[in-house]
């Protein structure tokens, strides 16, 4: 297979946060279409940029971890722009490991060709499922049709998979929270989870406490548990 079949930024070797009770190699894909305010990963923000990693890369670590690793995860940047991506799955697939997949979903059509080939899926939910939302979340002319679409096919499909999303107060109030959880319920969503949101390093206004509230707020959090079969917040 070819030594450049994906643009890989950055190889994770081992994590067990990334892939529920597995333990795997991350996957950083280079791109990704948004450009999210709170963003950990600005350096895989660029489709022009070759990332540090090569499939060649992947592949030599995978055939010394076999036995010692359960899952590969697709990460990002987003994973679905690579048209490789379904190709790079079924030879990890074939290698014997599990396939994980992190995602916000923007490219349903690229989705649709990995589903039967994920064992599970973190779906980001940047903000309440609106163009307004979007918009401002992901600093993209507001891809939210297209999240909708891909959140419904995956609710459908069966596979194993959260919704997760980052608080960052300087883009969601308590309110959205309860907007979002509202609207995933209500379309069959039964994991969710609040992620705290750290300041990115050129975030000098950003206080804990303004990170802090969401998880402070006793009634959103208990709200949060009765809406949702698993919830927890990550902090
Ligand atoms: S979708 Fe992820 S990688 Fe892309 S800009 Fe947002 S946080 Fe960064």
Not at 20 to 28: D, E, G, I, R
Not at 81 to 98: N, R, Y
């Amino acid at each position: 297979m070819a030594e450049n079949l994906l643009n890989i930024g950055d190889i994770e070797k081992f994590s067990i946060v990334d892939f529920p009770s597995k333990m795997a190699v991350v996957v950083f894909m280079q791109g990704c279409p948004w450009r999210c305010p709170f963003c950990y990963n600005q350096s895989l923000q660029s489709t022009q940029i070759k990332g540090n990693a090569t499939w060649d890369n992947l592949l030599h670590l995978l055939e010394h971890r076999k036995g010692m690793i359960d899952a590969v995860v697709f990460s990002g940047g987003e994973p679905l722009m690579q048209d490789e991506l379904p190709q790079a799955m079924d030879a990890v697939l074939k290698m014997g490991f599990e396939v994980g997949l992190h995602t916000g979903g923007y490219r349903p059509e690229a989705l649709k060709k990995v589903l039967n080939k994920v064992d599970w899926v973190g779906f980001d939910i940047k903000a309440p499922l609106t163009v307004e939302h979007y918009k401002k979340a992901t600093g993209n002319a507001g891809d939210v049709a297209k999240v909708k679409e891909s959140l419904q096919m995956l609710i459908e499909s069966g596979v194993h998979f959260e919704c997760r999303t980052t608080c960052d107060p300087r883009i969601l109030d308590i309110d959205d929270i309860y907007n979002i959880a509202d609207e995933l319920a209500f379309l069959g969503v039964k994991e969710y989870y609040l992620q705290k949101y750290r300041p990115i390093p050129t975030d000098k206004t950003t206080q804990d406490s303004d990170c802090e509230k969401f998880f402070a707020d006793e009634k959103l959090q208990a709200y949060l548990k009765q809406k949702f079969a698993v919830y927890e917040a990550r902090k």
